[in-house]
């Protein structure tokens, strides 16, 4: 809603100008309960055709003022979601401010075919391919990041090493503004803060107008910007307190700040933001693995426990400009330039044994201490330039470009130490990287209404290229001999050239698009240790068609079918092994495929005087489906190769409700509950593996809020994954409950919350996860528990009112990689 809000009042100003100008002003209530209806549309009109002349949003209190107008007669329109319009005629503008008063608008009784609804505002949207929801509604997510915005989505969920699925795939494509970022979403969306997200959009079934790339579809981050000309500012500072200790080296720190401005003034439109945040996390780690080695007939075990705690920190400065030099040509510009960096320490235990694998009798022991400290750092710089003409047909073109150039570089630094004499070093490894990589975009997009529809057609060219250094040195170096198989470097190159068309109508009740998208792709990977460059060449068509239906204004259907791609990132190409931490070693493949995915669903959307409903059935077949999948490198070393896994198959059902059962009560309550299924005969370096695995999953996210007056509002809200397959093995449930408290000041300018994040209290079993593997030479279950009962502190303050969208550019595919 605040979406269509903005784009009206940008038509507003075209640009023309007047040697003597008024002001129209009034207050917007709802007829009923007499409340201000926020962001509530007010258009002038021209009485003899209707045209647009000018517009405005009202505010939090209602108000609302149209700026700078000709004097004479006009039509006022007034509208909002949910409500009936009304038309105000002969409004007569002669002197220097008309007050037209208080406003009252109805109810409709029977809100629009598109609109779910809360108790006190519109939270979610369902439209004919994607769902919308309001991020102000999530209070829990306030002063964190992006991340803690979209794990309340009824599809997504966040496990507890950071991995975000949508309808249980990694695989997604995260979308900020409209624009792709092809990045890895854990580290875009962390660096995005949530306070300046306006609302999130689902679109679990893209057209062919959006890259395919995702297996679970689309998120589109959508950020605020200036509602109305003049200044507008919004500013957060938060800061945080553990309760837990672990026993770790460190304490935690947290604290962090964000501000975003934007400055509107006629043709001109310049935003800029800058956030940094430190979150560190506590934790602990308790895991059991075995390996056999059935030519010796030998198995060794080697539990661990131990510290597992993260250092986390990451700024970054934004800033855009559009200059609409007359109302048919728009030019804009924006630049990103951010850092991010995490420290995983791991301090373990370790109890070695070893024994015979047929009688169990012992044939050797250790105690050994292990310090493993994995380093992770990057760059990112980025600049994009957009233009965009409507023709007097009102048809539409627009062309944009987009530059990227990252450097990232960590490393890893194990060590094994003899206990409990720690001084005593046993074998030091370090295992340093630079990965630097440069990328390139490049677009154009036609538009034009035909037969009540609309056509559109696009061509784009997308080129990125990564080169790796990897190092590794050994002491004492006779402790591993095959040392030279752990160096390298390798030289990555992906292009993709693709062109689309689609067209978008409407006949009655039923709205649809339908379109095709062609891509040619080639991949090169060229590694110093193999004179064979390994080339991968893809030429693919990606049909996509949507269907909605309104059987009633308050019941509708849905259908859609989308073919997606899940694309290979660089990290995943690489064959040279890193030493992830002491029992694990992590490598790829260069000749690895992307997956192919169809995807296929049906759902249906309910909107009720108190609320609304949707819920959807859909089906996902997956080709090359891209798994980590483990084997034994050495008796007390696991190797983790990312492999293509045969085949796999998916289908279940997401539901989401938005209901205010009493004035002073909202509910939200997602879910999504499927079947995945994996099998396949494959090869895992050049030993040959079965993968058959299949069961239920299900997550459930969801809210409850309060207003217990006026100014004061509290919100429980909770995460629940539930135990999910995987090639080898299953991930353990994850449950993580908050409690938000949060109090208004200075007319809604300034908010003040306090969040209990990781609610414990020494029963819930919150914030744990385990997560179990196997085959059949080893078994592998590691238990993560990371931090509970952790207070947090948020204070925002808001200069002017901030609609929708901020163009701010974020980091692309250098997250990715991250």
Request: proline fraction near 4%.
């Amino acid at each position: 809603m605040k979406l269509i809000c903005s784009i009206l009042v940008c038509i507003s100003f075209a640009g023309i100008s007047y040697a003597q100008t008024f002001s129209v002003k009034g207050r917007i209530i709802d007829a009923q309960s007499q409340q201000p209806i926020e962001y509530a549309s007010a258009v002038l009109l021209q009485e003899d055709d209707s045209l647009l002349v000018a517009g405005s949003v009202s505010r939090a209190n209602g108000t609302f003022e149209i700026k700078d107008r000709a004097p004479g007669n006009y039509l006022l329109k007034i509208s909002f979601l949910g409500y009936n319009t009304r038309f105000i005629a002969q409004v007569a503008v002669k002197n220097t401010m008309l007050n037209l008063g208080v406003l009252q608008l109805t109810p409709s009784g029977k809100m629009l075919q598109e609109v779910g609804v809360s108790g006190h505002k519109i939270t979610s949207l369902n439209k004919i391919d994607k769902q919308s929801y309001d991020a102000g509604q999530f209070e829990s997510a306030k002063g964190g990041s992006a991340i803690d915005v979209i794990k309340n989505l009824p599809s997504v969920a966040v496990n507890s090493q950071g991995d975000i699925t949508v309808r249980g795939a990694t695989g997604f494509m995260v979308m900020v503004n409209g624009k792709p970022v092809l990045a890895d979403a854990e580290t875009v969306l962390t660096q995005l803060p949530a306070n300046a997200i306006d609302h999130v959009e689902l679109i679990t079934a893209p057209s062919a107008k959006y890259d395919p790339d995702g297996r679970g579809g689309m998120i589109n981050i959508v950020t605020k910007k200036g509602a109305s000309d003049g200044f507008t500012l919004n500013a957060n500072v938060q800061g945080g307190l553990s309760t837990t200790d672990y026993g770790n080296l460190e304490n935690p720190k947290r604290f962090g700040a964000d501000a975003t401005v934007s400055f509107k003034q006629r043709k001109w439109d310049v935003s800029a933001g800058g956030n940094y945040t430190r979150n560190d996390n506590s934790g602990y780690r308790e895991g059991d693995v075995y390996t056999k080695n059935f030519t010796r007939n030998t198995i060794t075990r080697f539990p661990s426990a131990g510290e597992r705690s993260f250092d986390r920190y990451n700024y970054a400065g934004r800033f855009s400009v559009s200059f609409a030099a007359d109302a048919n040509n728009t030019f804009s510009a924006g630049f990103y330039s951010g850092k991010r960096y995490q420290a995983r320490l791991a301090d373990l235990l370790y109890h070695n044994t070893t024994a015979d694998l047929t009688t169990g009798a012992l044939i050797s022991s250790a105690t050994y201490f292990n310090s493993n400290l994995q380093r992770k750092e990057g760059t990112f710089n980025l600049g994009n330039f957009d233009y965009a003409h409507t023709f007097a047909n009102k048809s539409s073109l627009s062309a944009g470009v987009q530059y990227e150039h990252d450097n990232l570089y960590g490393g890893t630094l194990n060590r094994n130490l003899q206990y409990p004499n720690t001084k005593d070093t046993i074998q030091f490894v370090n295992n340093p990287y630079k990965r630097p990589i440069s990328a390139f975009r490049a677009k154009v997009d036609y538009a034009t209404p035909i037969s009540g529809g609309k056509l559109e057609s696009g061509i784009q060219y997308r080129h990125d290229t990564q080169n790796g250094i990897f190092d590794y040195y050994v002491t004492p170096a006779t402790s591993q001999p095959d040392i030279d198989q752990f160096r390298g470097t390798t030289h990555a190159r992906n292009e993709i050239y693709s062109v689309y068309s689609q067209y978008t109508g409407k006949a009655g009740a039923l709205e649809y698009n339908g379109g095709l998208r062609y891509e040619y792709a080639t991949r090169t990977v060229n590694l110093s240790f193999d004179p064979n460059p390994h080339i991968l060449h893809l030429s693919n068509l990606f049909p996509a068609a949507n269907l909605l239906y309104h059987f009633t204004q308050t019941w509708s259907m849905k259908a859609g079918y989308s073919k997606r791609v899940q694309r290979t990132s660089n990290l995943e190409l690489n064959p040279i092994p890193e030493r992830e931490h002491s029992e694990t070693l992590e490598e790829g493949d260069p000749d690895l495929l992307p997956e192919f995915i169809d995807l296929a669903e049906v759902g249906v959307n309910n909107t009720f005087g108190k609320g609304s409903f949707f819920g959807t059935f859909y089906y996902q077949h997956i080709k090359n489906p891209i798994q980590r999948l483990n084997s034994v490198y050495a008796d007390t070393i696991l190797n983790r190769v990312y492999s293509n896994a045969g085949a796999a198959q998916q289908f279940g059902i997401e539901a989401g409700l938005n209901v205010s059962p009493v004035k002073w009560c909202t509910l939200y309550l997602g879910t999504n509950i499927y079947h995945y299924k994996i099998n396949g005969d494959i090869s895992i370096l050049d030993k040959p593996v079965t993968i058959a695995n299949q069961q239920w999953a299900y997550t459930i996210n969801g809210n409850v809020t309060f207003q217990f007056a006026k100014t004061w509002n509290v919100q429980l809200n909770a995460n629940y994954l539930s135990k999910r397959p995987t090639a080898q093995g299953q991930d353990g449930s994850f449950f993580v409950p908050n409690t938000s408290v949060r109090k208004s000041l200075m007319a809604g300018r300034m908010k003040v919350g306090v969040l209990w994040q990781n609610m414990n209290m020494g029963f819930l079993g919150a914030n744990k996860q385990r997560i179990t593997t196997s085959g059949p030479a080893f078994f592998t279950t590691t238990n993560y528990i990371t931090e509970t009962d952790v207070i947090m502190i948020n204070l925002g303050f808001n200069l002017n009112r901030f609609a929708s969208k901020l163009k701010l550019p974020v980091s692309e595919t250098g997250d990715r990689e991250f």
